[in-house]
Nanobody, 121 residues
Framework: QVQLVESGGGLVQAGGSLRLSCAAS????????MGWYRQAPGKQRELVAC???????DYADSVEGRFTISRDNAKNTVYLQMNSLKPENTAVYHC???????????????WGQGTQVTVSS
């Protein structure tokens, strides 16, 4: 099994920044791709950003240019740097990991409990 633990969420004003972290532990060999999803009340789950084991990245159109995903394979940790935050970015952000590339409409094999991000106007 793989455990994913997120940290770094919180309350920030519009225009501010936050950095989320997700530390993976356990059977690390089971995972290759990692990423961040978000779930806001009344909205569909959205794949925000993902990164492969060789650092290829992909972003949702709504965050392109403002969010940056990165990973430190030595620490088994993935990060999400979020800049120019907007109130509509308010959601619970979950870390996900899988042996295969992450897909927007499919839950990954491994899923963190999430961290709340609240952006005030």
């Amino acid at each position: 099994q793989v455990q994913l633990v997120e940290s770094g969420g919180g309350l920030v004003q519009a225009g501010g920044s936050l950095r989320l972290s997700c530390a993976a532990s356990g059977d690390i060999y089971r995972i290759s791709a990692m990423g961040w999803y978000r779930q806001a009340p009344g909205k569909q789950r959205e794949l925000v950003a993902c990164i492969t084991s060789d650092a290829n990245t992909d972003y949702a159109d709504s965050v392109e240019g403002r969010f940056t995903i990165s990973r430190d394979n030595a620490k088994n940790t993935v990060y999400l740097q979020m800049n120019s935050l907007k109130p509509e970015n308010t959601a619970v952000y979950h870390c996900g990991a899988d042996a295969y590339p992450l897909a927007p409409r499919q839950l990954p094999d491994y899923w963190g409990q999430g961290t709340q991000v609240t952006v005030s106007s």
